[in-house]
């Protein structure tokens, strides 16, 4: 079975200051994509950035970037140059590379941008 | 273009009530997804549709079924609802085969059962 733990219910940051949302995972399975999507309040659920088990190099998306630590089974998000519309719910999910498989979510963190 | 479509964005239905929840895709993705979403809690997986067939129920209770009429429209009929049935219903597709497939969604019917 596949699990998502984070730990962070709530997270604070000032505008400009960079942030980090932690992420680790359990799974038995060889090849898995880790994923991090953004929920503000109106409930869209918005894709960030995407890592895969195999990949060598952490990925980036602008100002997201991925610490992913395999060893440890961790993914952290990375929000550089935080800006108040980053405040929202955001999500650590995980799924199988194989065929059409379903995403694990975590419990989320809610990230608030004070200016 | 990464947009998926749902109508409506609220509902107000009685338990009685006969209503479908509607999502749409433009992107030529063969996976589309239905997840359920309470308030304070993750999504959780209702269906899967891949190539037009449902290849995963998550044991779903009958009173939700999903169709879907080809590629690009996924249609969740709502029958006898129970109040603890309200909840964000998120619609999301993905392309469909591919070992990084990421999977988008919509942005929700908020659905209120009384």
């Known amino acids: 079975a596949q699990k998502i733990t984070q730990t962070q219910p709530g997270m604070f940051v000032q505008e400009k200051e960079a942030v980090t949302l932690d992420c680790t995972y359990d799974?038995?399975?060889?090849?898995?994509?880790l994923f991090w999507y953004k929920q503000p309040s109106s409930g869209e659920m918005i894709f960030l950035i995407y890592?895969?088990?195999?990949?060598?190099q952490n990925a980036t998306e602008g100002r997201y970037s991925l610490n992913f630590q395999k060893a440890r089974k961790s993914a952290n998000l990375v929000i550089s140059a935080s800006q108040l519309g980053d405040s929202a719910m955001y999500f650590c999910a995980m799924r199988r590379n194989t065929g059409f498989q379903k995403l694990v979510f975590g419990t989320g963190t809610r990230l608030l941008v004070s200016p | 273009d990464t947009e998926v479509t749902q109508t409506p964005k609220h509902l107000v239905m009685g338990m009685t009530n006969k209503k479908s929840l509607k999502c749409e895709q433009h992107m030529g993705h063969r996976a589309m997804y239905w997840y359920k979403q309470k308030a304070k809690k993750p999504p959780e997986l209702m269906f899967v549709y891949s190539y037009e067939k449902l290849s995963i129920n998550e044991s779903v209770p009958s009173r939700f079924s999903p169709e879907c009429p080809n590629s690009s429209l996924l249609n969740l009929h709502l029958h006898a609802l129970q109040p603890e049935d309200s909840a964000l219903y998120l619609c999301?597709?993905?392309?469909?085969?591919?070992?990084?497939?990421?999977?988008?969604f919509g942005p929700g019917t908020r659905l209120l059962v009384l």
């Open positions: 999301a597709s993905s392309q469909g085969g591919t070992e990084k497939e990421t999977q988008y």
């Open positions: 799974t038995s399975d060889p090849s898995y994509g």
């Open positions: 890592q895969g088990s195999y990949d060598q």
